[in-house]
């Protein structure tokens, strides 16, 4: 039943049906893939949203895809418990993340931030329910959903949804940045002209989202990703922060890629591995996350974020 009413057709994760341009056909396919894969997982949490069940189902994926699996799993489970409160203390989500999903815990927090798209919860509940740190990711999945689902609003208008404020729509704008790889088909040029029509204080948000999905997703040369670096210019150290970001999300979940070497390489001018490395240190003697206040306007997240940025300043090649 939950199939039924709550199901998404895998024709809508189509660049045909969602109007995105690319101009490679194999660079379609790979990001085309992406979306079946994530689709996929969100039905595998309908029918089966028990961690363990589940999670055997989706460990079939293959391991470069399965992060996108347990993204989608984590969207069905937060959709689920929003609609059945009455069972907060048998939540699955937080079993999820607890369990099974602890290799996958970067994308599996994105994946529930989709749900805000699709459910009338609050993002604050839900970062609420989620890791104190992590939980700030779930607003880039809310962001991504809206540029990938919505991007003629979301991109072209430039909209943010009215009751995100403060810090919130930073995150956002994060998973906004990281729909532009699949918008505009991974192309330099087109990604750089889009973020370009954002107000200056958005950019920074958006080039590190973009960095994140070159990393992440690949799908470009070594050429097109210099070509992403120069483009990004000054936001340089964001883009970097990004491909950091997904070098560590791979390499916990034991799934680095030759594509993620090859943006790190030249996006943070270092290995995967180091690049990884570098948000460990980030972390070390962060101040617990809690909600700002007067004197501390930035949530842990951001100061995060910005210590990886630092890190890599002048350094990519």
Known sequence: MSRRLLG?????????RRGFRCDAADLRARL???????VAGYHAALEESEAAPLAARLDRV????????YEGAAMALAILDAMTPWRRRSARLPRFLAGPADPHVYLAHVG????????????ARLRARLDPLLGWLALDGYGFHQGFFHWPQAIGRQ?????????ARRAFDQGLGRSLWFVEGADPGRIAAAVAAFPPARRGDLW????????YAGGVDRSGLAA?????????????QGAAFAAKARQ??????????????VLCGCSAAAAAAATDEAQRELAPESTPSAASALPAYEVWRQRIAARFAGEAT
Request: charged share 20%; glycine share 10%; net charge positive.
């Open 8 to 16: 998404i057709a895998p024709q809508e994760t189509s660049f045909a």
């Open 32 to 38: 085309e893939e992406v979306g079946r894969t994530f």
């Open 62 to 69: 293959d391991r470069e895809l399965r992060g996108w699996a």
């Open 112 to 123: 529930a931030g989709w749900s805000l798209a699709r459910v009338p919860l609050s993002p």
């Open 159 to 167: 909209r943010v949804p009215r009751r995100l404020a403060g810090y």
């Open 208 to 215: 590190s989202g973009v960095g994140l999905a070159a990393a």
């Open 228 to 240: 992403l670096r120069a483009a990004a210019a000054g936001w340089a150290p964001q883009l970097a």
């Open 252 to 265: 916990r979940a034991g799934a680095l890629t030759p594509a993620t070497e090859l943006a790190c390489a």
